[in-house]
Every structure is written in structure tokens, then in C-alpha cells.
Nanobody, 119 residues
Framework: QVHLVESGGGLVQAGGSLRLSCAAP???????????IEWYRQVPGKERELVAT???????DYADSVKGRFTISRDNTRKRVYLQMNNLKPEDTSVYFC??????????WGQGTQVTVSS
């Protein structure tokens, strides 16, 4: 498994922006580069929701609810994946998790970071 650490959450007003980071500090690049990395979010009492995906070749995909507002990117040299979140809405309030897997690695999860958007 891969050790993942999220950061960048916080409190922001509606319409504001945040950039989340998912780091794999214990990985070497040969382990990190093949990973597909996903951002999920979850509010208490609800199922975890897939927000954005980036593959090893940097192909991206987004949930309809965030298309045009969120951008996922990766920096393999820094072993990080970012989620740039713009025009945030109160309904984006959630705990955001990153998750990673590959053909060689079972799915791993980070500890989560709280994003709160006030109206």
C-alpha cells in the first residue's frame, strides 16, 4: 500500500477557492508514477462520493457536480496530486480523501482533510 497525506482543507466563503494536496512522501517515483489517484468526499451519514480521477497518463475525469469548477493535476517529481477547487459552494462541504491504486498496488486511502464552505 501507499502512504497518503492530504492537506489544504479549511474554511472558505462560497465562491472562494482552495487547493488540496495529496502527497505520497514514502513513495519513490517508480512507485508513484503508475498510480491512478482519486479524490473522494464524504459527509456523515452519506456514501463516499468520487469527485475526480487522474490516471498515470494524466487522463482526468470529474463528477458532474464539480465539472468546470475543480481541476485535478499531478506532479510526479514531487509525488503529489492536487485538487484545485474554485467557485466553491456550501454543498462542497465535506471531508475530502485521496485514494491511490495501480496494477501493482492495492487501494490506499489518506486520512482526509475537512473542507467547509460557508454561505
Amino acid at each position: 500500500q501507499v502512504h497518503l497525506v492530504e492537506s489544504g482543507g479549511g474554511l472558505v466563503q462560497a465562491g472562494g477557492s482552495l487547493r488540496l494536496s495529496c502527497a505520497a512522501p514514502r513513495s519513490i517515483t517508480s512507485t508513484f508514477n503508475p498510480l491512478t489517484i482519486e479524490w473522494y468526499r464524504q459527509v456523515p451519514g452519506k456514501e463516499r462520493e468520487l469527485v475526480a480521477t487522474i490516471t498515470s497518463s494524466s487522463t482526468t475525469d470529474y463528477a458532474d457536480s464539480v465539472k468546470g469548477r475543480f481541476t485535478i493535476s499531478r506532479d510526479n517529481t514531487r509525488k503529489r496530486v492536487y485538487l484545485q477547487m474554485n467557485n466553491l459552494k456550501p454543498e462542497d462541504t465535506s471531508v475530502y480523501f485521496c485514494s491511490a491504486y495501480s496494477s501493482y498496488t492495492s487501494r490506499s486511502w489518506g486520512q482526509g482533510t475537512q473542507v467547509t464552505v460557508s454561505s
